[in-house]
């Protein structure tokens, strides 16, 4: 397979009539789900959009989304999943940034109409769906624009992420080297399909001919009703996903005898956590997946993570994927960033050449993460060169809130970092100097909350009387404001 219509080829060729989604009342074998991949290169083209050409994405996870997620690179366009807990302005810059033709959206789409040409709902694209014919995928190429994904900037803005039917493809064959599945296993779609852990899995499963059960919003009591009812298999969520999955099963118990494989991945996991879902999953096995939206996304496994419960091993984040290749910038025994090299890697940020020129080094991309390798090639994190928080699996890049919360007039200085967090792993905590004495942390984060999403929302502010510490070249000394909430803690990330 080299690119995006290979998988929809081989699914319609292999697995014609067997059950490809369920969502909700609804199902489609792999046959009727190809065919409207088909008919969206039709639709595309009937709304003026050429090849090359960029499609937002603005939705709630469906075997609709799914469709688009494929049907639009296989028609030569490159797909914009859009990260639905953005506020506004976040989703106009993504759109205006990529030069998205159209959105189509399940939503009201509102002042995004401004942004693109025209918005297409859900309800518009299906009847235009069903006016349409199928027809032949485009002769697209490896190196081919698939989609831009959009990610936190360190610089405020956030990157498009530029990955190609190459990178995608490639991560589906390490998906199914890292995490295999075969065709007679039904996964469970929990994570957001506009992150790269929701939609990771979407091109392998139609290869192999794997029926996937999609959940349009994570609910974890609708979640174990769907496993124990389709006989689920297998699933990949985030930690937050799996400690709340573990405490409704243990409130409620169901049937999971069907489930395998639990796949985790986007930021750390407690070891209770892992306790209690080797608990409640007794025939799953745990799978600990690190990876980046850079990465299309993943980079390494660790396996059978429930028989390292408590060990030393256990805390690393396992070997390189079969097809990916990683090194620390640091001598050897030494931590230092985290570098990727494969097909895998991104092709770079979607306008951005200097960005680009910093994470792409000598063919190798430089994660941000600070790690070091052990005598067997585990690799194990410890820290994280970029400034960055992961909260419940989302990305925050600290620039981005200091620069809205600097917007505010009540304001002299700032500074953002993450804390320790039991439910989210990190939530984003404000340190602030005021310029006027009367502001508070409730006017300051509300006043956040008109551009920013909720899960980059400060979840605690400091008031400090005094200016912040900084270096000698006069850099805020952010580690020192950090240090009294990581005491005690072996890494500073959680």
Not at 123 to 132: A, N, R
Not at 357 to 380: H, K, M, P, S, V
Not at 432 to 449: A, G, M
Request: glycine content about 8%; hydrophobic content about 40%; overall charge negative.
């Amino acid at each position: 397979m080299r690119v995006i219509s290979d998988p929809l080829l081989r699914a319609e060729s292999m697995h014609q009539t067997k059950l490809a989604f369920v969502c909700g009342d609804r199902t489609r074998t792999f046959e009727e789900f190809v065919d409207r991949c088909r008919r969206v290169g039709s639709v595309l083209d009937l709304l003026g959009v050429d090849a090359g050409d960029r499609v937002g994405l603005l939705a709630a996870n469906s075997d609709i989304y799914a469709e688009l997620y494929c049907g639009v690179p296989a028609a030569g366009r490159a797909i914009v999943p859009l990260n639905g807990r953005w506020a506004v302005p976040e989703l106009a810059y993504a759109l205006e940034d990529a030069g998205a033709k159209i959105l189509i959206a399940d939503q009201d789409a509102g002042d995004l109409a401004q942004c693109v040409d025209r918005v297409i709902s859900f309800d518009d694209y299906e009847q235009l769906l069903q006016e349409s014919s199928p027809k032949e995928f485009a002769g697209t190429s490896e190196e081919d624009l698939a989609g831009l994904f959009y990610t936190g900037g360190t610089t405020g803005k956030s990157k498009g992420v530029m990955l190609t039917h190459r990178n995608l493809v490639a991560n589906t064959l390490h998906s199914q080297i890292t995490m295999p599945l075969d065709g007679d296993d039904t996964y469970l779609v929990v994570a957001p399909m506009f992150h790269a852990a929701g939609s990771n899995s979407v091109l392998q499963c139609l290869a192999l001919g794997v029926c996937q059960v999609v959940v349009p919003a994570f609910e974890p009591n609708l979640c174990l009703d769907l496993i124990e009812k389709y006989r689920c298999s297998a699933t990949l969520a985030v930690p937050t996903m799996v400690a709340a999955l573990v405490e409704a099963q243990s409130a409620n118990p169901r049937d999971m005898s069907s489930m395998t494989l639990i796949c985790h991945g986007a930021s750390p996991i407690a070891t209770q956590v892992l306790k209690r879902a080797h608990e409640e999953f007794p025939k799953a096995e745990l799978l600990h997946l690190y990876g980046a939206t850079e990465t299309a996304p993943l980079v390494t496994g660790l396996r059978h993570e429930e028989n390292l419960i408590g060990t030393s091993r256990g805390k690393s984040v396992g070997h390189p994927s079969l097809g990916v290749s990683l090194r620390i910038d640091a001598r050897p025994g030494e931590a230092g960033e985290v570098m990727v090299q494969g097909p895998n890697v991104m092709k770079g940020y979607w306008n951005k050449p200097e960005q680009t020129a910093d994470a792409l080094q000598n063919g190798w991309y430089r994660t941000g993460d600070i790690g070091y390798l052990d005598d067997e090639g585990f690799l194990y994190l410890v820290d994280r060169a970029k400034d960055m928080i992961i909260s419940g699996g989302e990305n925050v890049y600290c620039s981005e809130v200091e620069e809205v919360i600097y917007q505010n007039p009540k304001v002299l200085e700032a500074t953002v970092f993450g804390v320790p967090h039991e439910q989210w792993g990190e939530q984003v905590h404000a340190v602030v100097v005021p310029r006027d004495e009367s502001l508070t942390s409730e006017e300051l984060i509300e006043f956040c909350r008109e551009s920013l999403g909720g899960y980059k929302l400060p979840r605690s502010v400091e008031f400090r009387s005094e200016e912040l510490p900084k270096s000698g070249p006069g850099k805020v000394l952010k580690r020192e404001l950090r240090a009294p909430y990581w005491e005690g803690k072996d890494r500073s990330i959680n």
